[in-house]
């Protein structure tokens, strides 16, 4: 066995045996050498390829994330509009539930106006024959006429306990003036205190 070292250094036939065996199991140094050479350039042309895409891929990143925030910023900008216009909108519908309930108090005033011109006309008429019948009865009986309250006062033996004027129209003056009196007028709806029937 310690002769081996120096066989094998020496004897070429031995060399060439052992090489010949060894090409069979082993690649040769040269070819070993291009497939590493190989592998690398391969490896260096991926990880080049790796890098390429990577960019790309934070390029295309970096547009997205700026198109979602032009996009944040027209979504804010539409939703500031949406409740500018949610504001407006709502001011209108008061503006619009205003006029509506004007116009539902003017045409009140309105009908009743125009009702208690015609009652005037009526208050008039039954008036002018209250004061002929007055007269007449005054002239041709010698009867005393008198208002209904004094009438109630009278027939019934007692003051009346309330004074009231139920009209659709009734005069500024003749209304302070009742009120001096103490009687209650009621003109039109507006007139007419929530409470001023209750016991």
């Known amino acids: 066995m310690k002769e081996l070292p120096s066989i094998l250094e020496q004897d070429k036939e031995v060399q060439d045996l052992i090489l010949r065996l060894s090409k069979e199991r082993f690649a040769e140094k040269e070819k ?38 032009e996009n944040v910023k027209r979504w804010d900008e539409n939703d500031k509009r949406w409740a500018e216009d949610e504001r407006k909108w709502q001011e209108n519908q008061q503006i619009i539930r205003d006029i509506l309930e ?21 208050l008039r008429s039954e008036q002018a024959f209250r004061n002929a019948l007055k007269g007449i009865l005054g002239e041709v009986t010698k009867l005393e006429v008198i208002n209904k309250a004094v009438f109630y006062q009278k027939k019934h033996n007692r003051k009346a306990q309330r004074l009231m004027v139920i ?25 007419i205190e929530p409470n001023a029937f209750s016991v």
Not at 41 to 59: G, P, T, V
Not at 102 to 122: C, D, P, Y
Not at 167 to 191: C, F, H, N, W
């Open 32 to 69: 070993t050498e291009d497939r590493f050479d190989k592998i690398l350039r391969e490896i260096a042309a991926d990880r080049e390829a790796q890098i390429k895409k990577w960019a790309e891929q934070a390029r295309q990143w970096n547009e997205n994330n700026k198109r979602l925030a």
């Open 167 to 191: 009209s659709p129209m009734i005069d500024k003056k003749a209304s302070e003036l009742a009120r001096d009196l103490g009687i209650q007028t009621y003109s039109y709806v507006e007139d």
């Open 102 to 122: 004007s116009i539902k108090v003017l045409n009140r005033k309105h009908e009743q106006s125009i009702g208690a011109l015609g009652a005037r006309w009526g």
